[in-house]
Structures are given as structure tokens and as C-alpha cells.
């Protein structure tokens, strides 16, 4: 699975757009980007995933750049429930999509 | 609710030691994926299954074994524990086959070895 890039911090204030940049410049024609966070030490929650055209559904919106090799999460609106920790990977769909490898993420956290 | 169930959601237990953690997919869901995610890590992939068969494997430790029975479910045992294998284990599963499914997690079992 190809690697991805996250800055490891972000701010935002709440109720402004959250714009969370990935970088996965190695990234294989057949593999998609998908983005999850996690809140505290819960579990991993899916947000998000495309392959190539934007994406966007009651979450938030995918960008990914002609190329593939970068994209964007788009959190609208902000509110503090959003502090997480946002993980951008990239994974092959089917059977063998096994090793999709999370990186360290971006930490992001919505202020007052 | 993601559909995913871990058990025990905390363990706490001596250093070598033998554990079993365990998980059940949401209903339909065929592949299940375990991670290992230290103190502030990122989650490290250790293995996956897919109906019953192993599909993929990570930095699984050899004391580390895991299998996925016919109702689906699956079992990650941990022996020989040290210090160093408390760690959140979260398991996920997907429905894959073809379709880029998303991987939905479980709450994870929180193991501390003393």
C-alpha cells in the first residue's frame, strides 16, 4: 500500500472549514484514498473515501488533485466535537485490501 | 455503533502470560482486520482474514497468532506477554469482495501487562 503524508497538528475554529491536506504521491491506479478519525481511544470511525472525483456526503467532502497524488478533507463547519486525530490512508479494494497502514494522522482540534 | 464487537474491552494481566482477545464482524462482513495501537502510536495492521482464511499479514509478532472461525468471528492470541504488548487492539471488519468497502471498527480491548 502506498504511503501517505499528514501534517501532525492542526487548528480550526469552530464553526470555520477544516481543510486537512494528504499527501500519497506513490499512490497505485487501483488504490483508493479513505479517510477515518479517531476521537480519543475510541475506535476508528469512517468519514470518506473516493478514487478519483470529489466526494462529499453528510460528513464531509473529499478533494483529490488530478493526479492522485494529494487530497483534501473538508470538515464545512467545524464544532468541537471534530477534535480528533484524522488518518488518511490509501488501500486497494477487494479481498487482499488487507494492509491499509495508517500513518501517525493529523491531530486537529477545534477551538473556541 | 459500528456493528463491531470486541471483547474484553480491558484486560489486564502478568508478563508471560497468554491472552485471547476476540471479535465479531458485523453480520455480512467477511474480512476482519486487527490493529495493534500503542501509547500516542498510529494503529499498526497485524493481520487479516477473509472467510476463514488469512489474506494478509503485517508486523505480526510470532508470539502473535489469530484465526477466523466459520460463524465468522475471530481470535487474536497473544503469549509470552511482555511490557511492550500493552497496547489498544482494535479489530475491523469489511464486507470486500471486489467492492472498496470501508473498514468499520470495533471499541477496541485495552490489554495492560504488568
Known amino acids: 500500500d502506498a504511503k501517505t503524508t499528514q501534517p501532525p497538528s492542526m487548528d480550526c475554529a469552530e464553526g470555520r472549514a477544516a481543510n486537512l491536506p494528504c499527501n500519497h504521491s506513490?499512490?497505485?491506479?487501483?488504490?483508493?484514498v479513505y479517510w477515518y478519525r479517531q476521537i480519543h481511544s475510541q475506535g476508528p470511525q469512517y468519514i470518506i473515501h473516493?478514487?478519483?472525483n470529489n466526494e462529499t456526503n453528510e460528513m464531509a467532502s473529499l478533494i483529490i488533485t488530478e493526479d492522485r497524488k494529494s487530497s483534501t478533507l473538508i470538515l464545512p463547519h467545524a464544532t468541537l466535537r471534530d477534535t480528533a486525530v484524522y488518518y488518511c490512508?490509501?488501500?486497494?479494494?477487494?479481498?487482499?485490501?488487507?494492509?491499509?497502514?495508517f500513518g501517525d494522522g493529523t491531530t486537529l482540534t477545534v477551538k473556541p | 455503533d459500528s456493528g463491531v464487537t470486541q471483547t474484553p474491552k480491558h484486560l489486564i494481566t502478568a508478563t508471560g502470560q497468554r491472552v485471547t482477545l476476540r471479535c465479531s464482524p458485523r453480520?455480512?462482513?467477511?474480512?476482519v482486520y486487527w490493529y495493534q495501537q500503542s501509547l500516542d502510536q498510529g494503529l499498526q495492521f497485524l493481520i487479516q482474514y477473509y472467510n476463514g482464511e488469512e489474506r494478509a499479514k503485517g508486523n505480526i509478532l510470532e508470539r502473535f497468532s489469530a484465526q477466523q472461525f466459520p460463524d465468522l468471528h475471530s481470535e487474536l492470541n497473544l503469549s509470552s506477554l511482555e511490557l511492550g504488548d500493552s497496547a489498544l487492539y482494535f479489530c475491523?471488519?469489511?464486507?470486500?469482495?471486489?467492492?472498496?468497502?470501508?473498514?468499520?471498527f470495533g471499541e477496541g480491548s485495552r490489554l495492560t501487562v504488568l
Open positions: 490512508i490509501v488501500r486497494v479494494a477487494g479481498t487482499n485490501a488487507g494492509k491499509s497502514t
Open positions: 453480520s455480512g462482513d467477511l474480512s
Open positions: 475491523a471488519s469489511s464486507v470486500a469482495g471486489g467492492a472498496p468497502g470501508e473498514l468499520f
Open positions: 473516493g478514487l478519483k
Open positions: 506513490t499512490i497505485s491506479g487501483n488504490e483508493y
